[in-house]
């Protein structure tokens, strides 16, 4: 029991990115084949320690075929809510999902992370019998405890009914049931976060357990059967409000990405890929008069390519999609990150001016067509998928993989796990950081980074920025 | 002339209370500064402290109102009174044992400010805090009267009532609304993660002790 607020918890977003620099960070492992055990690598991430970018400790888990991708924390700075005066939590624990076994971990951190241990395991059919819920992905902390999004309904395929939010107590890890009341038209479900103060959610769609689990089907992406809407809730009423649908054409609008400052009424999404033209898309979305509004911020365009550097699946279009697979905020709501998993670069865009994103920084590593190597020499296999920001907004990490099967269809053959470090110029610009490159355990790939202390897609803020 | 102390000394407790409850950022302060952050700066502020006042004046009341029907029945006083002590120690108990997340709080939208309030005071067993207090007062109130009939008592222990939560409230307004205006005003967000002490076991350990000394103060039933 804590006998003040848990330091790492902030006010503002402002106030949190003068908290002191991280030291630790945990990212996921997955063996793609499900042969082995997934794991929790925590990487040291302190320049002036010896073991820099080094794996130094990792939990192993007791099963195998469990798909780690996305993980967050039981509590964070949502719990300074002036409302719900319970601001004892501890940010101790890390809850990981496994998306293919529907398996659910809690993971102790406590005392170091160096020492982290298995806290709890959830098994399937619990998750099943109190949800009527399958493949839990996104984890956010906010009022009424732990708020985990789904992938799949019921059923062995997951399509036994639509997929939604589910609520976890935040200091026993108990089930507690089905967040919404009325979903109104959602079927699909992706990422979701919110405006604590505001009280709005926002929620977007990937697809269907058998629209991804065996791969990507490409007939269901040529006639749009992906998710291609944005939807808003009343988040204590867990009502749905509004759907924006973005065009059945913009195929997967995957991360929500609200401004950090709760007093800014809009945020961003990022889209895949445009089914006419390979483009892929940032959205801004934002609330004016009552009502949501989004409109296509940033367009990324296809890159040329020879049909024999392309795998099958793109040997026909002569063109390699950008593929938007992750996108994430600093925490002052000035640049947003945008990780181009095909074409191999992360783009940095200054969105001071929401509605008009300008390109300020672009680093080039792996990709499709280019492969570009680390500038260590190394070969960065894949491309920049999953992104996270320091707090202070000087440093951003990001690994290589996307999803098991995607992976394979898209880069055949195994290119091996890299999560790797760029540092963020003070006015914008990125520059890869040759000194940092993490060694993972062989056979593995490397999926979520969380950071120590908090990052810029875990906390959730109260109070605005002064 | 010890009459008068005593009678003193629970005005006091009442007031006291109130600003205890006032300074707990968990009974909202915190929020009449996010109203003034959020919106129009201090008059939101000022604003937000009216409905958060009247959420915890009703709460208050909720407790002592049913109170001020028993206590016309002077035949059981010592019941009605041994009753409300152990009505605080029970809440104490269950509050020291039971911590869990308060998800039902976290369902009230921000917009409704007094009935959070009013909500969060009831969860917390602010009122029952009130009730020895008040019943003391009417205690002592009676013995001054000529224990006559029913009206009369109804005439003292309904006002009474009202002037010991209006006393309570504007305690607990003045001093929640001193921190809010401060912390807007000059000392700023870092003020809240400095001093919110985690005073859940303290709280519901007075209730307990409130309760206990109440009990020993009414001693056993007379004859």
Not at chain 1, 102 to 113: A, F, G, L, M, Q
Not at chain 1, 335 to 349: L, N, P, R
Not at chain 2, 87 to 96: K, P, Q, Y
Not at chain 2, 158 to 169: C, K, N, S, W
Request: proline share 7%; hydrophobic share 45%.
């Amino acid at each position: 029991m804590n006998l003040r607020p848990d330091p790492t918890f902030y006010p503002t977003a402002q106030m949190a990115m003068s908290a002191p620099v991280e030291t630790f960070a945990y990212t996921l492992m997955l063996s793609p084949d499900g042969s082995r055990p997934d794991g929790l690598a925590v990487v040291n991430v302190d320049p002036a320690s010896g073991d820099f970018g080094k794996v130094v400790h990792t939990v192993m888990m007791p099963n195998t075929g469990d798909e780690f991708h996305h993980f967050g924390w039981n509590a964070c700075s949502s719990a300074l809510s002036p409302l719900t005066g319970h601001a004892f939590l501890q940010r101790r624990y890390l809850i990981i999902p496994g998306i293919r076994s529907s398996r659910i971990y809690v993971i102790d951190t406590w005392p170091s992370p160096a020492e982290a241990k298995i806290h709890k395991i959830i098994e399937p059919e619990e998750l099943f019998a109190k949800t009527g819920y399958s493949r839990p992905h996104t984890i956010h902390c906010g009022p009424e405890g732990i708020y985990v999004s789904t992938l799949g309904g019921g059923g062995p395929d997951g399509t036994d009914g639509p997929p939604g939010i589910f609520i976890m107590d935040c200091e026993t890890f108990e089930i507690r049931g089905r967040w919404e009341i009325d979903r109104g038209p959602q079927d699909k479900h992706y990422d979701f976060w919110w405006n604590l103060p505001r009280d709005y959610m926002v929620s977007s769609e990937w697809g269907l357990p058998p629209q991804f689990e065996n791969g990507l089907v490409p007939e269901d992406l040529l006639s749009n059967k992906y998710g291609h809407a944005i939807h808003f809730w009343d988040l204590r009423g867990r009502r749905h409000l509004q759907t924006i649908d973005l065009g059945e054409n913009h195929q997967m609008a995957l991360e929500i990405r609200p401004a950090h400052d709760p007093i800014k009424e809009h945020g961003f999404c990022g889209v895949v890929v445009d089914t006419t033209n390979l483009e892929g898309s940032i959205w801004t979305w934002w609330r004016e008069g009552g009502k949501f509004h989004a409109k296509k911020t940033v367009a990324i365009p296809p890159q040329p390519a020879a049909a024999d550097d392309l795998p099958p699946l793109l040997k026909g279009f002569e063109a390699v999609p950008p593929l938007i697979t992750d996108i994430d905020l600093s925490l002052d709501d000035r640049f947003i990150y945008v990780s181009c998993w095909g074409t191999g670069e992360m783009h940095q865009y200054d969105v001071s001016d929401p509605m008009a994103p300008r390109l300020a920084g672009k680093v080039e590593v792996g990709g499709i067509v280019k492969k570009t190597p680390h500038p260590n020499g190394q070969p960065f296999g894949y491309g920049p998928q999953m992104v996270e920001i320091s707090r202070d907004g000087k440093r951003v990490y990001w690994t290589n993989s996307l999803y098991s099967t995607w992976d394979d269809q898209f880069y055949p053959g195994e290119r091996g796990a890299a999560m790797v470090k760029a540092d963020v110029g003070l006015d914008g610009g990125l520059t890869l950081d040759e000194k940092f490159w993490v060694a993972f355990p062989e056979g593995y790939r490397a999926h979520q980074i969380r950071l120590e202390g908090g990052d810029c897609s875990t906390d959730s803020f109260c109070y605005p920025n002064v | 002339m010890g009459g008068d102390w005593a009678t003193a000394g629970l005005w006091l407790a009442v007031a006291a209370s109130g600003l205890y409850h006032g300074l707990s950022p968990g009974m909202g302060w915190p929020l009449a500064v996010s109203a003034g952050l959020m919106g129009g700066g201090r008059g939101e502020l000022l604003r937000a402290l009216g409905p958060l006042a009247l959420g915890h004046f009703i709460a208050m009341l909720a407790i002592l109102l049913p109170f001020t029907l028993l206590v016309t029945l002077i035949r059981w006083e010592w019941e009605i009174r041994a009753a409300a002590a152990l009505m605080l120690v029970g809440a104490g108990l269950v509050l020291l044992f039971w911590r869990r997340h308060p998800r039902a709080l976290a369902r009230i939208a921000p917009h409704r400010l007094a009935f959070w309030s009013f909500a969060v005071a009831m969860a917390h067993g602010a009122g029952l805090m009130l009730l020895p207090a008040y019943l003391g007062l009417c205690g002592l109130d009676l013995d001054a009267a000529d224990h006559a009939a029913l009206g009369t008592l109804m005439r003292t222990s309904l006002p009474l009532a009202l002037l010991v939560a209006v006393l309570h409230t504007a305690a607990m307004i003045a001093a929640g609304g001193t921190v809010a205006v401060l912390v807007h005003a000059w000392l700023g967000l870092g003020f809240l993660r400095r001093s919110w002490l985690n005073l859940d076991a303290v709280w519901a350990a007075s209730l307990v002790l409130v309760g206990g000394i109440s009990l020993y103060l009414i001693g056993p039933r007379p004859l």
